[in-house]
């Protein structure tokens, strides 16, 4: 793939990474909070079902996000061009284990979603 097309697309997705992580964490911001200083109103099944869910599907639809990102990035990298494969930063990209990175991110939404619902009921 040409390299300024790889930087374009790999940039893009680097945008939509970033667009996802400011609400993802926003969210479990607000329910952390939630969570610690308003337990009277978590009684309530219904509230506890509402949140739960808003936990549960922003999560899912966030790794889901971060999980294609990841793989593209990935895909990148072994898209290079043999310039751009030979610099310093694709020498460096080569090597990013996103494999790894894919399965850690979905690992620590999945503990952080447990132990979430784990609080609320």
Do not use: C
């Amino acid at each position: 793939m040409r390299s300024d097309l790889l930087v374009s697309v790999t940039g893009n997705r680097a945008g939509d990474a970033r667009a996802i992580l400011l609400p993802f964490s926003l969210a479990h911001t607000a329910l952390g909070i939630i969570l610690a200083w308003s337990p009277a109103g978590l009684e309530d099944s219904s509230v506890q079902l509402a949140i739960a869910a808003w936990t549960v599907l922003g999560s899912l639809w966030s790794a889901m996000t971060m999980d294609g990102v990841l793989a593209d990035m990935g895909a990148g990298a072994k898209d290079m061009d043999e310039e751009m494969a030979n610099s310093h930063i694709g020498r460096n990209w080569a090597k990013i284990p996103f494999g790894a990175l894919r399965a850690v991110s979905v690992v620590i939404v999945v503990l952080l979603v447990v132990a979430e619902l784990m609080a609320i009921y």
